[in-house]
């Protein structure tokens, strides 16, 4: 009897994912993320900091983040390492005393 029906993992395959090693999962609103960390010392790019909005100069350690499962570059962002962590006090201050906003 022959087996037709293995090809389920395929599209779940991140093919470059393996050369990163310092990578970890964070849960954020819900969502899991890929947090991955990066010296910056293969980087010549300069990125913009969603939680400051500030540059990241190349050469800057920092982590990229995506939602996990997501294998869309496109939906990739460069964090400095301390916005990130610091992401939930961003919101909290804004939001102080009020209902969760999604
Ligand atoms: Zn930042």
Known sequence: ???????RRQTN??????????QTF????????????LSGSG???TYRCPG???EIKPATPHVVVWP???????????WHRVCWDKRDNRRSTQHRGGMPRY
């Open 1 to 7: 009897m022959p087996v037709a029906r293995r090809n």
């Open 52 to 54: 400051c909005d500030q």
């Open 43 to 45: 980087s010549a790019k």
């Open 68 to 78: 996990d499962g997501d294998d869309d570059a496109t939906h990739r962002r460069h």
């Open 26 to 37: 964070e849960q954020w609103q819900g969502i899991e993320y890929v947090v991955r960390s």
């Open 13 to 22: 395959e991140v093919p470059d994912i393996a050369f990163g090693s310092n």
